[in-house]
């Protein structure tokens, strides 16, 4: 079992910059992608970014202002959000996609507890 922790959410104004952390920890496991999820009040959780093997994948939204980057070898990822708009205001959660060993078809998907992120002035 892979467990998530995130961190550095909170309160910004517009325009400003966030930058969440998230670290996997457990035994046994290894982790094929993580990737930043959010979900605003009355709204459906949304992908807002991934990353594996180097690759990277971002939501429309995210595109030219958030940068997804991992530590593969601390099982870590981190999202740079800049220029945040009041629309970025959500719960943003950590994901992480694992298996038992590397080359596994069987993949097990992880969440993190959430983190708030607020903009506002």
């Known amino acids: 079992q892979v467990q998530l922790v995130e961190s550095g959410g909170g309160l910004v104004e517009p325009g400003g910059s966030l930058r969440l952390a998230c670290a996997a920890s457990?035994?046994?496991?290894?982790?094929?992608?993580m990737g930043w999820y959010r979900q605003a009040p009355g709204k459906q959780r949304e992908l807002v970014a991934i990353?594996?093997?180097?690759?990277?994948i971002y939501s429309d939204f995210a595109k030219g202002r958030f940068t997804i980057s991992r530590d593969s070898a601390k099982n870590t990822v981190d999202l740079q959000m800049n220029h945040l708009k009041p629309d970025d205001t959500a719960v943003y959660y950590c994901?992480?996609?694992?298996?038992?060993?590397?080359?596994?078809?069987?993949?097990?998907?992880?969440w993190g507890q959430g983190t708030q992120v607020t903009v506002s002035s």
């Open positions: 457990g035994s046994g496991f290894v982790i094929n992608a």
């Open positions: 990353i594996s093997g180097g690759r990277t």
């Open positions: 994901n992480a996609d694992w298996a038992y060993y590397s080359g596994s078809s069987s993949h097990f998907p992880s």
